[in-house]
T-cell receptor
């Protein structure tokens, strides 16, 4: 099976600019996650989708971050405006079902905000 | 609230030596525990999960509910085991996984 696809792999922007990341999960996987991984830390959940509905966005900084999963397949994560502390790797993951399934990760997007 | 603690940021052993990566968790329900591994220049991937009770690449992990631990063990480390290891706790109701901050394992020749 094809894995989770993410793009771009790297992005460098200046603070206050906007940026968008794209994720295509494994076919048939209903649950999609966006994680933020700051250097030296483990992945931290930003948002979880079940099909095209949001299950958990409690850790998403909604004043600057937004995410959508139209049609329950692809997803985009946007940051506007970016801050220096947003520099991190943004990981997309999917799983076939909610609750206790292992996650399948993409390669991530490394964002540097200068 | 669920929490995962990996007390060692760095762990270095010699080839052939036993290795144990520690993981402790905090969770009020019935936990689902996982170990994920990230080799150099590769994506994060599942290594093993507690309900499988299997050995993957010589690694095993036993869930100890009394000590709330899920330590990862291998009797004889190999150089190719050098990687970043993350312990994760799955919420069976909400579906999200909480990760520890990881342990970098280096196996020296």
């Amino acid at each position: 099976e094809a894995g989770v696809a993410q793009s771009p792999r790297y992005k460098i922007i200046e603070k206050r600019q906007s940026v968008a990341f794209w994720c295509n999960p494994i076919s048939g996987h209903a649950t999609l996650y966006w994680y933020q991984q700051i250097l030296g830390q483990g992945p931290k959940l930003l948002i979880q989708f079940q099909n095209n509905g949001v299950v958990d966005d409690s850790q998403l900084p909604k004043d600057r971050f937004s995410a959508e999963r139209l049609k329950g397949v692809d997803s985009t994560l946007k940051i506007q405006p970016a801050k220096l502390e947003d520099s991190a790797v943004y990981l997309c993951a999917s799983s076939p079902r909610q609750g206790g399934s292992p996650l399948h990760f993409g390669n991530g997007t490394r964002l540097t905000v200068t | 609230a669920q929490r995962v603690t990996q007390p060692e940021k760095l762990l270095s052993v010699f080839k052939g030596a036993p290795v144990e990566l520690k993981c402790n968790y905090s969770y009020s329900g019935s936990p689902e525990l996982f170990w994920y591994v990230q080799y150099s220049r590769q994506r994060l991937q599942l290594l093993l999960r507690h309900i499988s009770r299997e050995s993957i690449k010589g690694f095993t992990a036993d869930l100890n509910k009394g000590e709330t631990s899920f330590h990862l063990k291998k009797p004889f480390a190999q150089e190719e085991d050098s990687a970043m290891y993350y312990c994760a706790l799955g919420d069976t109701n909400a579906g999200k996984s909480t990760f520890g901050d990881g342990t970098t394992l280096t196996v020296k020749p």
